[in-house]
């Protein structure tokens, strides 16, 4: 796996202390940096209807390799599925970026979270925050949105995780 992304909660400290500036700063304060993402033949990796803004499934991948793979709850510890999350919604926030051309007119409306995880796994919800908590971070109340976090029997390229998101201009 790659180089971990700070803890989860460092990400709302950003914002409720008060870390000056766009939120292309806040993301630069967390020595982060959105990602390119490959073209796809068979999809895009975001279609616009009137204001909104629909955001593929994105999985965790990193410079095109996919960071992690299995359920969680049986190969996949809660911790890593929550950095593999992180890595998830940078890279829809690369996607809106496109479709909009600039982190600061992002807004996101709603994310989905799918976690391929054990039946009796429960946190779901705990991977989600992971992908919350940087959004909120980076992008302020325009990072806040309604959200469904959901336990699946598998993904593609048997990705632990795989996040989905609607967004509108800020």
Do not use: W
């Amino acid at each position: 796996m790659s180089t971990p992304i700070a803890p989860a909660d460092s990400r709302i400290e950003l914002v409720a202390n008060g870390v000056s500036g766009s939120p292309s700063d806040r993301l630069r304060a967390l020595n982060l940096e959105l990602p390119g993402l490959a073209d796809n033949a068979y999809y895009l990796h975001h279609s616009s209807v009137d204001s909104s803004i629909y955001i593929s499934g994105q999985l965790p991948y990193k410079d095109g390799e996919l960071l992690g793979t299995g359920i969680v709850g049986l190969d996949v510890e809660l911790d890593a599925a929550q950095e593999l999350a992180r890595h998830a919604v940078l890279n829809a926030l690369a996607a809106a970026v496109q479709a909009l051309g600039d982190l600061d007119r992002v807004r996101v409306v709603q994310m989905l979270v799918f976690v391929a995880s054990t039946p009796d796994f429960g946190l779901q919800s705990q991977v989600a925050n992971a992908a919350s908590d940087l959004l909120i971070g980076v992008l302020g109340d325009n990072g806040r949105h309604a959200r469904t976090a959901i336990g699946v029997a598998g993904l593609p390229r048997n990705s632990p995780v795989e996040i989905q998101m609607v967004c509108t201009e800020a």
